[in-house]
């Protein structure tokens, strides 16, 4: 079956400006995550999902961050005023339910120049 | 803070060798953990997971956990040079009795395979 998808895969912005990260997962999996990675280090966590709701977004690292998952289903991680330092590999993961394993789509690579 | 730490690498092994990656974490309470292989410029790939004590075998890939010395490693046995990766080792924190959601990434361990 279809694994989790991100769009768009590269995403080049200026410094300043609004970017919105789509996340479809795996049909059926009730638990969607995101994570970054930088070059080097292990994915950081940022937000999780349980349905609709965000369970937990003590990772989203200020409030230029958000999240949001309307339908339970696709998410959009949207960040405003971009800053040079939030250039990363933005992942998505989702699993059946939150005591399940997680599997990762294929990132979105953010550079803000 | 919780921690995940692995050894950076590169761990450089000869084709057919047994590979030992290694992991230690700081949460006591964790109970499950993961192995992930990821590829230069893909996304993590799940290997194994394993949430009791002792080993567990699958293929050429054996994970091992110590709780009491709060300790997870993977084998690869007879590696090849396709296994040539960088390999997370996850865990999954434990909140109120409770597996939960998020996970928490070593740094990861370079591993090469040399014909």
């Known amino acids: 079956g279809a694994g989790v998808s991100q769009t768009p895969s590269n995403k080049v912005t200026e410094k300043g400006k609004y970017v919105e990260l789509r996340c479809d997962p795996i049909s059926g999996h009730t638990a969607l995550y995101w994570y970054r990675q930088s070059l080097g280090q292990g994915p950081e966590f940022l937000i999780y999902f349980q349905g609709t709701g965000a369970a937990d977004d003590s990772g989203l690292p200020n409030d230029r961050f958000f999240a949001v998952r309307p339908e339970g289903s696709v998410s959009t991680l949207k960040i405003q005023r971009t800053e040079r330092g939030d250039s990363a590999v933005y992942l998505c993961?989702?699993?059946?339910?939150?005591?399940?394993?997680?599997?990762f789509g294929p990132g979105t690579r953010l550079l803000v120049l | 803070q919780k921690e995940v730490e692995q050894n950076s690498g590169p761990l450089s092994v000869p084709e057919g060798a047994i590979a030992s990656l290694n992991c230690t974490y700081s949460?006591?309470?964790?109970?499950?953990f993961f192995w992930y292989r990821q590829y230069s410029g893909k996304s993590p790939e799940l290997i194994m997971f394993i949430y009791s004590n002792g080993d567990k075998e699958d293929g050429r890939f054996t994970a091992q956990l110590n709780k009491a010395s709060q300790y997870v490693s993977l084998l690869i046995r007879d590696s090849q040079p396709s296994d040539s990766a960088t390999y997370l080792c996850a865990v999954k924190e434990n909140a109120g009795g409770t597996s939960y959601g998020k996970l928490t990434f070593g740094q990861g361990t370079i591993l090469t395979v040399h014909p």
């Open positions: 949460d006591r309470g964790s109970q499950s």
């Open positions: 993961a989702s699993s059946l339910i939150a005591d399940s394993s997680q599997y």
